[in-house]
């Protein structure tokens, strides 16, 4: 079974205010819009904006440097469906220089635990978390454990797979024999139809690290949690921004969709309603796959340290 319906399966059956502003250069969203034509309102998607820094980071894992006590935090995630609160505590914040774009996680976990240590093992039967960035034609999905390992994958709208000449790329030729149809989770009727999805493509470049506070697969003991800290180099993102010839790295100002997530294998007991799927904004449906509800991520020039919360 490919394992992009491996994982359909295995979230159908674990999962089954309109724009509101922040204070924190965040904002949560994605309430539901009858008019949509998606199950968020595509409007109300979460907003933030990543500031600039101007020296490299270390990937370590820890989130320790002063500019990640700077950054503007994510509000707590949400229930991916109904937008309620969830059990524990997890966000998320960016930044980027002009190499990398970096994103960090806090993840309030009790009882840090992970399996898989494979390179595109089915790392969502874990406990994870997951980034997905979209280009106008594309995205990429990416998730991490608490192992460090990394599951991957790129897709492409079917209706833009010609005239984008992915087909002269060995990763994304439909004869390749880990690239597969794709036709979403919860949400099967995308106006944008079916896409393709390639497990043969690697982010270039990409640092992936993971800190736990706690110990790791040790269930008698209480952990804190873990911490995830990633670069995603531009240069990299060279088929995202294809389609519509976005600058790498973005200019001031520049908007980007990308969406942030974390999957949980133990849910909160009833009455609670739990889909395991914790996100910074809510899609309204079990399917990440759907980039209108992706937060809308603003990329500025000004330095992180020269932003303050509003009071």
Not at 46 to 65: C, K, N, W
Not at 136 to 165: H, K, M, P, Q, S
Not at 179 to 192: E, I, K, S
Request: with cysteine.
């Amino acid at each position: 079974m490919l394992r992009s319906f491996a994982r359909s399966t295995f979230r159908l059956l674990a999962g089954l205010g309109c724009l509101t502003a922040c204070t924190a250069g965040a904002q949560t969203g994605g309430a539901t819009n009858a008019a949509s034509k998606f199950p968020c309102d595509p409007a109300g998607a979460a907003r933030y904006t990543a500031y600039h820094i101007t020296a490299p980071l270390q990937i370590d894992g820890r989130l320790e440097e002063a500019v990640w006590r700077q950054a503007p935090k994510s509000p707590r995630f949400t229930d991916l469906i109904t937008g309620e609160p969830t059990r524990y505590d997890t966000r998320a914040a960016v930044l980027w220089d002009d190499q990398n774009v970096y994103v960090g996680f806090w993840v309030e976990e009790p009882n840090v635990a992970a399996t898989f240590t494979t390179h595109n093992s089915p790392i969502y039967e874990n406990n994870d978390v997951e980034v997905f960035i979209a280009g106008r034609d594309t995205y990429y999905e990416f998730e991490i454990n608490a192992l460090n390992t990394v599951y991957e994958v790129f897709f492409i709208w079917d209706e833009a797979y010609a005239l984008g000449g992915y087909g002269a790329v060995p990763e994304f030729r439909r004869d390749n024999p880990q690239v597969h149809p794709f036709n979403g989770v919860g949400f099967t009727t995308h106006p944008r139809g079916r896409r393709l999805g390639s497990w043969a493509w690697t982010f270039p470049g990409l640092k992936t690290a993971v800190h736990i506070d706690g110990t790791l697969n040790q269930p008698a003991d209480h952990d804190k949690g873990w911490t995830v800290e990633l670069a995603f180099p531009w240069a990299g993102m060279k088929w995202l921004a294809a389609a519509d010839h976005r600058a790498l790295p973005p200019q001031n100002g520049d908007v980007w969709r990308m969406d942030f997530s974390r999957f949980n294998q133990s849910k909160a007991p009833a009455p609670a309603k739990d889909s395991g799927g914790w996100f910074w904004s809510r899609h309204g449906v079990w399917d990440s796959h759907i980039p209108e509800c992706f937060p809308y991520i603003t990329f500025s020039t000004n330095d992180v340290k020269t932003w303050a919360p509003a009071k």
